[in-house]
């Protein structure tokens, strides 16, 4: 079965944005970039937000076909563009979207359903920022672990990624590296004993 990693870059104090979802404050380079294809590229599904959705539509399809396109942005859109791609939303439509499927509702039954149909040697599905839709499974015990990439900033106030959570979530640390930006990655699993 799949698993569902919660791919979030987040600020010392817990917060994924500021108050009106600024992302200005988050650390990237090209060693983050390394460190993050490598995990990538041995998936083939990504899951969104709507809003994550429409910001990485609007951007990564032909972000690798700009003529000042970086390493990072022609593999980046390469993949994105064979990617399956999984968007929780109760308003877009998507007929029209080439290999992209719109969970709209029964949300636990579809991800779960998802989750099992992993046949393709694929065993994460990576869901990308999307505080809102990481919410909302959290809340249905969906998300099996979490890769954050903590950035030396304290926001103080902002868009939280742990909001009314009703149990507690235990959590292993699998794996840590530190970037020489001063971002740090962590890499837990949901510990489910």
């Known amino acids: 079965m799949r698993k569902i990693i919660s791919f979030m870059h987040m600020s010392l104090d817990g917060f994924v944005a500021g108050p009106n979802g600024e992302m200005n404050w988050i650390k990237i380079d090209q060693e983050i970039f390394n460190h993050v294809d490598t995990r990538i590229s041995k998936t083939d599904t990504a899951l969104y937000g709507r809003t994550t959705y429409q910001m990485m539509e609007n951007y990564w399809p032909a972000a690798g076909e700009a003529p000042t396109a970086s390493k990072h942005d022609i593999e980046h859109s390469k993949w994105y563009n064979n990617a399956h791609k999984i968007v929780l939303s109760k308003t877009m439509k998507g007929a029209e979207l080439a290999n992209t499927t719109i969970i709209r509702d029964n ?15 694929s065993e994460e599905i990576l869901l990308f920022g999307s505080p809102t839709a990481t919410h909302s499974l959290i809340q249905q015990n969906l998300i099996d672990g979490y890769w954050l990439f903590v950035n030396p900033i304290i926001l103080g106030q902002g868009i939280p990624l742990f909001v009314d959570i009703k149990d507690k979530i235990k959590l292993k640390l699998l794996t840590s590296r530190q970037f020489t930006n001063g971002v740090t990655a962590l890499d837990y699993t949901v510990d489910t004993q």
């Open 107 to 121: 949300l636990t039954d579809r991800i779960n359903e998802i989750k099992q149909s992993g046949d393709d040697g």
